[in-house]
């Protein structure tokens, strides 16, 4: 299975965004809803989840797998983007329509990472 350039761009954006979980665990904290235990464990879960299938990606024997992880770890993080819309301690400043617009952009990225299913 040949690789495309974009799939390395896909795959550097979730490995920056998973190293930013640890540069910056308390952005990540802040906007996890207080319904789910351990906002601390679940911010390094989803960030070395994050680099892992960032470097999935990359790798054409598993990319396939690496990109329904993708799939699966967007839909699981999606819960975040409800909070910071409805919680304004949440919600970093941003306004409303910038936060409501991050919801299709989900759809967006899921779309892309279904590419490379």
Same mark, same amino acid.
């Given at each position: 299975?040949e690789?495309?350039?974009?799939?390395y761009?896909?795959?550097f $954006?979730?490995?920056i965004?998973?190293?930013?979980?640890?540069?910056?665990?308390? *952005?990540? =904290?802040? &906007?996890? #809803?207080?319904?789910?235990p351990n906002?601390?464990?679940?911010?390094?879960i989803?960030g070395?989840?994050?680099?892992?299938?960032?470097i999935?990606l990359? $790798?054409?024997v598993?990319?396939?797998?690496a990109?329904?992880?993708?799939?699966? *770890?967007? =839909?699981? &993080?999606? #819960?975040?983007?409800i909070?910071m819309?409805?919680?304004?301690?949440?919600?970093?400043g941003?306004p409303?329509w910038?936060?409501l617009?991050r919801?299709?952009?989900?759809?967006?990225?899921?779309?892309?990472?279904?590419?490379?299913?």
């Amino acid at each position: 299975m040949e690789l495309h350039w974009h799939i390395y761009v896909m795959a550097f $954006i979730y490995v920056i965004a998973g190293i930013n979980h640890f540069r910056n665990p308390r *952005l990540y =904290i802040k &906007i996890i #809803p207080p319904y789910f235990p351990n906002p601390k464990a679940l911010n390094a879960i989803s960030g070395i989840a994050e680099i892992l299938l960032g470097i999935g990606l990359c $790798i054409p024997v598993v990319s396939n797998y690496a990109a329904w992880g993708v799939i699966a *770890l967007l =839909i699981a &993080i999606f #819960p975040t983007h409800i909070y910071m819309y409805f919680d304004e301690k949440a919600r970093m400043g941003l306004p409303k329509w910038v936060l409501l617009l991050r919801m299709p952009l989900q759809l967006a990225l899921i779309y892309w990472a279904y590419q490379y299913t």
